[in-house]
């Protein structure tokens, strides 16, 4: 299982812009599923972005709070993924995680469960307030 570290979290105001990366050691991200959770205090873990394998077409899921505004996306060479966030709202303020698993699978109509993940990152805050 890959060892991953996130990074790129901080504060922002709303309507403003970060980029996550989730930098994985130990094993090849395009081999693994990987999706986005976030958790804000006193709320359930909730899903802003998977992509399944690359042999599995990188099929990008984003749940109706995020879409349009998150992107999730591969950089190959450094073994990282990216999680582009913008337009970002007071409501946005969580813990971000990345997550990996090699048997999942992130369908277009089918968001995984956190539970679905077997390797996390610690987390990075994000926090959108003016």
């Not at 994985?24 to 972005?49: C, H, M």
């Not at 990996?100 to 699978?105: C, M, W």
Request: charged share 15%; proline share 5%; with cysteine.
């Amino acid at each position: 299982q890959p060892q991953l570290v996130e990074s790129g979290g901080g504060l922002v105001q709303p309507g403003g812009s970060l980029r996550l990366s989730c930098r994985a050691s130990g094993s090849t991200l395009n081999d693994y599923a990987i999706g986005w959770f976030r958790q804000a205090p006193g709320k359930e873990r909730e899903g802003v972005s998977c992509i399944s394998p690359a042999n599995h077409g990188d099929v990008t899921n984003y749940p109706g709070s995020v879409r349009g505004r998150f992107a999730i996306s591969r950089d190959n060479v450094n073994n990282t993924v990216w999680l582009q966030m913008n337009t970002l709202k007071p409501e946005d303020t969580a813990v971000y995680y990345c997550a990996a698993d090699r048997r999942t699978l992130c369908w277009a109509s089918i968001f995984p469960n956190y539970w679905d993940f077997g390797s996390w990152g610690q987390g990075t805050q994000v926090t959108v307030s003016s």
